[in-house]
């Protein structure tokens, strides 16, 4: 048996996110010792596993909820598990292409900068001007 601080160690977890996942059931309330303190075993480290990996690969907390009920209820088809997953394939591939639209914004400010003075700046200048953009003016990131 586990305590909450060797479960966070084992599984790169931080003691407060274990906690936040009892609360919103994505981990199940832990047995506890007469003294109260939590105690986990080795399914609770494979649910914690699972669910860390699964937070690596960006899927939401509503994708892993779904997730963990397909993986509780073996018997269930595979299909529902292949659709979250390519939801989230396509979320990724949405997000490299605005970070490639970044990545070109960039180059070109960058390349275009003649190294003068501020008040002729290129990189200024493109950030005042949102016409320029080539990223859609959508912010990047998520």
């Known amino acids: 048996m586990l305590t909450i601080g060797a479960l966070a160690k084992r599984t ?11 609360q919103i059931g994505l ?23 699972f669910i860390r990996h699964a937070r690596q690969l960006g899927f939401s907390l509503d994708a892993i909820r779904e997730l963990l009920d397909l993986s509780d209820h073996p ?3 595979c299909e529902e598990a292949d659709a979250i997953a390519r939801r989230q ?4 591939e949405l997000r490299m292409a605005r ?5 070109t914004e960039l180059a070109r400010m960058v390349r275009e900068c ?5 008040a002729d700046c290129r990189v ?9 953009c080539l990223t859609d ?3 990047i990131g998520g």
């Open 12 to 22: 790169g977890t931080k003691v407060q996110t274990i906690r936040y996942y009892e």
């Open 27 to 49: 981990m199940p309330e832990p047995g506890r010792t007469a003294g109260g303190q939590r105690r986990y075993g080795e399914a609770e480290l494979d649910r914690l596993s």
């Open 75 to 77: 018997d269930k088809s």
């Open 89 to 92: 394939l396509r979320q990724v």
């Open 99 to 103: 970070l490639e639209a970044l990545r």
């Open 114 to 118: 003649s190294g003068g003075r501020s």
């Open 124 to 132: 200024l200048e493109v950030l005042r001007d949102h016409s320029e």
């Open 137 to 139: 003016h959508e912010e």
